[in-house]
T-cell receptor, first 117, second 115 residues
Framework: GAVVSQHPSWVICKSGTSVKIECRSL??????MFWYRQFPKQSLMLMAT?????????EQGVEKDKFLINHASLTLSTLTVTSAHPEDSSFYIC?????????????FGDGTRLSIL | AQKITQTQPGMFVQEKEAVTLDCTYD???????LFWYKQPSSGEMIFLIY??????QNATEGRYSLNFQKARKSANLVISASQLGDSAMYFC????????????FGSGTRLSIRP
């Protein structure tokens, strides 16, 4: 089945550091990937839609300068949390959809737990 | 307005019993898709089942079935013969339109199976 790989799975770093998270579709091409954020015991909140070769589409309230998204190839999207602070600590998870059929589900990476000290 | 509503924050069910997780949705699109995902404590999102708005039959996948009532805009997940490994968070999600449209999640239901 379709596999989405996310790296790293866990990051602990000091406040002010920028952190890059990678999302790769391993066995299919994904022109569109999605980035979500999940706080403890809450649902997944869509942050942005990552489009290969063009600018990402951000959801309302998400700072595009804070969360930089690059989708340079059909198999890789990156999310960079710039100058991260403790309030950015969260579980970040990406997804990609295989195929154009409506019934094709989004496949998720295993997520990245980000802890900012 | 909330697009996906899951009214059960948590449920406890005895092992081997069937369980129904509620989900209602709101959309003005004629074409949409409904999904259920399972999230164990480890965090990964596991796709369970899909129902398209034009599908006439309720979707089934092994022990999972989706009770789709279009007029009532509900898409409840039914798990038959529950197992201890079913304990997890369950999210209902919807995609409006087709193609690579974004999907939006409900608030989730935490299901706990008692031995």
């Amino acid at each position: 089945g379709a596999v989405v790989s996310q790296h790293p799975s866990w990051v602990i770093c000091k406040s002010g550091t920028s952190v890059k998270i990678e999302c790769r579709s391993l066995d299919f091409q994904a022109t569109t990937m999605f980035w979500y954020r999940q706080f403890p015991k809450q649902s997944l909140m869509l942050m942005a839609t990552s489009n290969e070769g063009s600018k990402a589409t951000y959801e309302q309230g998400v700072e595009k300068d804070k969360f930089l998204i690059n989708h340079a190839s059909l198999t890789l999207s990156t999310l960079t949390v710039t100058s991260a602070h403790p309030e950015d600590s969260s579980f970040y998870i990406c997804s990609a959809k295989q195929g154009a059929e409506g019934k094709s589900p989004q496949h998720f990476g295993d997520g990245t737990r980000l802890s900012i000290l | 307005a909330q697009k996906i509503t899951q009214t059960q924050p948590g449920m406890f069910v005895q092992e081997k019993e069937a369980v129904t997780l509620d989900c209602t949705y709101d959309t003005s699109d004629q074409s949409y898709g409904l999904f259920w995902y399972k999230q164990p404590s480890s965090g990964e999102m596991i796709f369970l089942i899909y129902q398209g708005s034009y599908d006439e039959q309720n979707a089934t996948e092994g022990r999972y079935s989706l009770n789709f009532q279009k007029a009532r805009k509900s898409a409840n997940l039914v798990i038959s013969a529950s197992q201890l490994g079913d304990s997890a968070m369950y999210f209902c999600a919807m995609r409006e339109g087709m193609g690579a449209s974004k999907i939006i999640f409900g608030s989730g239901t935490r299901l706990s199976i008692r031995p």
